[in-house]
């Protein structure tokens, strides 16, 4: 069983920047992939980034790529999400999720993180 808790969200201005963390409790993430996946009002769930359970492979959502980097550094039990030159889409609940592969379902859902992009 692992339990995964995001934060570092908030309210953040246009071109802004937040970090999340999704940390670990349980059994350790470094046997997972681990994905970021948003919601927006309104709309349905949509996968942002996926890093592999090595850490070599990462996966972004065209709209994000070149903005955000997922990360896991090495010994510890935590996956960020570093999200620069916000825009007001970004708006949305974030989760991580611990899955198989990136291409996989996921078998493990945090709770959320509310990011806001707003002047």
């Known amino acids: 069983q692992v339990q995964l808790v995001e934060s570092g969200g908030g309210l953040e201005q246009p071109g802004g920047s937040l970090r999340l963390s999704c940390a670990a409790s349980?059994?350790?993430?470094?046997?997972?992939?681990i994905g970021w996946f948003r919601q927006a009002p309104g709309k349905e769930r949509e996968g942002v980034s996926c890093?592999?359970?090595?850490?070599?492979?990462?996966y972004y959502l065209t709209s994000v790529q070149g903005r955000f980097t997922i990360s896991r550094p090495n010994a510890k039990n935590t996956v960020y999400l570093q999200m620069n030159s916000l825009k007001p889409e970004d708006t949305g609940i974030y989760y991580c999720a611990a899955r198989v592969d990136c291409s996989g379902s996921v078998a493990y859902w945090g709770q959320g993180t509310q990011v806001t992009v707003s002047s």
């Open positions: 890093i592999s359970s090595s850490g070599r492979s990462t």
């Open positions: 349980g059994r350790t993430l470094g046997y997972y992939a």
